[in-house]
């Protein structure tokens, strides 16, 4: 029934920018304060207080557009939205309207099939955040006795960035909700974080037969909070919006919330359309003017970002599709990796340990790699003394402990030999050899018998005796010689 039809998809996100201070005041724009603590009659909407526009929060928002190739406006305003509601303290949200900040961007995303696909960007604007409700007892307001508000979160700067619906699937639509943040965070404007709301999707649903351009009423749902429920709620949205269909019924154009408990979408209300809103331009802000020379003097200075990243690795570093796409995942390890990169490091090696070993370590201790004492330059070493056979790949792995967790005195080679860790080779290593074979006669005589296999006892035995430093090649060699003639 399904494979009949074709998704459709849109999203609106919602992320607040990461500045000190708030939109329009000069309140401190911090997630987990004690409620209400941060707030000023601006904020507050008291009467005669004047906004005044934040220029981090247009800056920022100007990179985050450039960054997700939309053209700026040379000329846009801000406008009034009014509803009423207890979290809106002057019962109007300053937001843009006609004239965004932005429009008619793209990013690209990787489809399941491992394709490159442009999703494109209708608009960027900017708004001031809502304050929020605190419903006792339940998180929402049904089931809840009273309602507290925190006003903390009004007037903190939003960037609202619409997609074109041009998903198909509840994975892709989750690949760009995921792409879209990776480059938030490379440009540092805004952290991303879903749990505390930072960042905040609403998905827009519809379905149409295969083959039709026409597009099918949508309903949009909210309250996803993990990438994974976003990808959940739509395909659980497809499914349900094809049996309406193919059960005679019409889909309403409604709001529906995500419920993470029962997995399932519930109607929360029946959408209003944008006259009720009464827009109109915001009296005490004037327009917001760039000039042609200040929008790319921004677009210069923005980083490389992660699709560029992605490429460069495949092209330059040899790293397939899906290393490139891993490593480029965070701007700070990927400049970690090209770092060590720049050391002369093979950036295969750099990968594995990066992602291997080093994620771990970070993964377990709750830490960033920019929080570790370890430097590109030591892990560059480290990586020098594998390649040529200083140490082996398993006393590095015994080292990295230390130098993941204490700073480094002098150079990794100095540690090495501090630590009499240097591989063993040559006569030394040959003294043991002899050593092993000449203390187990009965296995030597086994091996000669054709019990090959045995070969791996001696080896086993040797680096017993040599604490892991013997070289397995070396070793293996060795012992092989010593037994066959
Ligand atoms: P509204 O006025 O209801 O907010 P918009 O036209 O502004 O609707 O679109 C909001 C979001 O919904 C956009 O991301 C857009 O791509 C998406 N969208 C619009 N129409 C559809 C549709 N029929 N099916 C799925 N998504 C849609
Ligand atoms: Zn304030
Ligand atoms: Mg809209």
């Given at each position: 029934m399904r494979e009949n039809y074709e998704a459709v998809i849109g999203l609106e996100i919602h992320c607040q920018l990461a500045t000190a201070t708030k939109i329009f005041c000069n309140c401190p724009n911090t997630f987990g304060a004690h409620p209400n603590a941060n707030v000023?009659?601006?904020c507050l909407g008291m009467p005669g207080v004047l906004p005044v526009l934040n220029a981090k929060a247009l800056e920022y928002a100007i990179k985050a557009a450039l960054a997700l190739n939309c053209t700026i406006a040379p000329l846009?305003?801000?406008?009034?939205?009014?509803?009423?509601?207890?979290?809106?303290?002057?019962?109007?949200?300053?937001?843009?309207?006609?004239?965004?900040?932005?429009?008619?961007?793209?990013?690209t995303i990787y489809t399941e099939e491992g394709r490159e696909k442009r999703i494109g960007i209708t608009r960027l604007h900017m708004e001031e955040d809502a304050g929020k409700l605190v419903h006792a007892g339940s998180d929402r307001l049904a089931g809840s006795s009273y309602s507290l508000v925190d006003y903390n979160r009004a007037g903190v700067p939003l960037c609202e960035i619409v997609s074109e619906p041009d998903m198909r699937s509840g994975a892709e639509a989750a690949a760009y909700a995921q792409e879209l943040r990776r480059i938030l965070r490379y440009l540092g404007v805004c952290d991303g974080n879903m749990q505390e709301g930072s960042l905040r999707c609403d998905v827009n649903v519809s379905v149409r037969?295969?083959?039709?351009?026409?597009?099918?009423?949508?309903?949009?749902?909210k309250n996803m909070n993990s990438f994974n429920a976003i990808q959940r709620a739509i395909d659980y949205e497809i499914d349900r919006q094809v049996a309406a269909i193919e059960a005679g019924e019409r889909i309403v154009q409604e709001t529906r919330l995500w419920?993470?408990?029962?997995?399932?979408?519930?109607?929360?209300?029946?959408?209003?359309?944008?006259?009720?809103y009464r827009y109109f331009p915001e009296p005490d802000l004037p327009p917001i003017v760039l000039t042609a020379a200040q929008i790319e003097a921004y677009r210069s200075a923005l980083p490389e970002l992660p699709r560029q990243k992605r490429q460069r690795y495949q092209l330059e570093y040899g790293l397939n599709a899906y290393e490139a796409n891993l490593i480029a995942d965070d701007r700070s390890v990927a400049e970690f990796f090209e770092a060590v990169v720049a050391t002369g490091a093979e950036p295969k090696p750099a990968f594995n340990w990066i992602m291997g070993d080093i994620?771990?370590?970070?993964?377990?201790?709750?830490?960033?790699?920019?929080?570790?004492?370890?430097?590109?330059?030591a892990l560059g070493e480290m990586l020098q003394l594998i390649a040529d056979q200083t140490i082996s790949t398993k006393i590095a792995k015994d080292l990295l402990p230390e130098l993941l967790s204490q700073p480094l005195a002098g150079t990794v080679k100095d540690l090495v030999a501090a630590k009499g860790l240097k591989v063993m080779t040559g006569a030394e290593l040959e003294a043991i050899v002899t050593e092993v074979i000449n203390s187990h006669p009965k296995e030597v005589e086994q091996y000669r018998a054709g019990k090959t296999k045995l070969l791996g006892f001696f080896v086993g035995q040797v680096m017993k005796r040599t604490q892991g430093k013997a070289e397995p090649q070396t070793t293996n060699d060795l012992i092989k010689a010593k037994l066959e003639n």
């Open positions: 000023c009659p601006v846009s305003k801000f406008d009034r939205k009014q509803y009423f509601y207890p979290d809106l303290p002057k019962n109007y949200q300053i937001s843009q309207y006609d004239l965004p900040l932005a429009t008619n961007g793209w990013l037969p295969k083959g039709s351009s026409k597009l099918g009423t949508k309903v949009e749902i419920e993470e408990n029962s997995q399932r979408t519930i109607t929360m209300r029946v959408k209003e359309g944008s006259s009720d994620t771990a370590y970070l993964n377990e201790n709750k830490l960033k790699i920019t929080e570790i004492p370890l430097t590109p330059a």
